[in-house]
């Protein structure tokens, strides 16, 4: 959909990426250590002084007491982090539970590890669970459930409680959680984000994965972790050296200075998306769309249904090339398409002044 935004000129709703600067301190810390000749190799699991900035940070937000020794792994992104963590953790015939919608990657992950994935619904408005058809989800052969949250693409935040019947059933199955928390400090409405990590008897069957990307407007840089028990950090650092050997060294000597931002920074960053959300369901709303309303991350759901504007694939098409707006299909998020063909998602991260360009382009819609 980038591409095609490009191509036809269109506002670019769809991929997730600010299209604003990133901290001025942090791109000033990257670029005082590219001068300082940061700029070869680090080890391959990561720099020292990153891993203890990481860990301390952990421990600032959530009390975690990490050992950057033999819990951390810097990798290529979170999106190496979670196919590294797949490839070191699951084996042929192992089953995975992932809830759908879910983030594109999860699916090939599995595949690339030779895992089944065993899906379980998350049904609108908000985006909730059931129970009962996430406990028919897990088997013997269960070994781990990925949770994203915040969610992408619904903006669901899963609650306390939810979390502690997702750990529940991992202990009853004897499964890991593997849990993307890329979207962690972008929360709405006074939601919390919880670590499923920081439940009791969780700490040693959950693999934590982020990333500077999202919180720090830094998508292109690719510097993400992974934190697990020793044991499996351990397995997952040999596959992650096998996969990049490592991530940028004066990035990450950059990452230190943002993960020890004031609590404002962290703060400031919700304030301002939970604003473009704001906008952005105004405009959606003012054409017709029927809106999830997302308690985190910076995307928002849209039902076409009422619109008469076909499927989603159809409609994107339709807005990218003649109303010049570009969004991603529902069926994106979905292992069987028919399931999001009444959905197409937007994307909030961007300047107020791209999101107005954007309404401007969807009044003509009305017309």
Known sequence: MTRL???HGAVNLAQGFPDFPAPPEVKRAACEAIEADINQYSITWGAKPFRDAIAKYYDRFYGLGLDPERELAVCCGATEGMVATMLALLNPGDEIVVFEPFYENYWPDSQLSGATVRYVPLRPPRWTFDPDELRAAFTPRTRAIVLNSPNNPTGRV???????????LCHEFDALAITDEIYEHIVFDGTRHVPIMTLPGMRERSVLVNSLSKTFS????RVGWVIAPPDLTS????VHDFLTVGAAA????AGIHALALPDSYFLNVAAAYERKRNLLLDILGRQGFICSVPQGAYYVMANIAGLNAGNDVDFCRYLVEEIGVAAVPGSSFFSDPGLGKDWVRFCFAKKPETL???AERLARLSH
């Open 5 to 7: 935004a490009l191509h």
């Open 158 to 168: 899963f609650s306390v409680e939810e979390l502690q019947v997702i750990a529940g």
């Open 218 to 221: 830094v998508t292109g840089w």
């Open 235 to 238: 397995s997952i650092r040999k």
């Open 250 to 253: 004066p990035l990450q000597q």
């Open 356 to 358: 107005e360009a954007a």
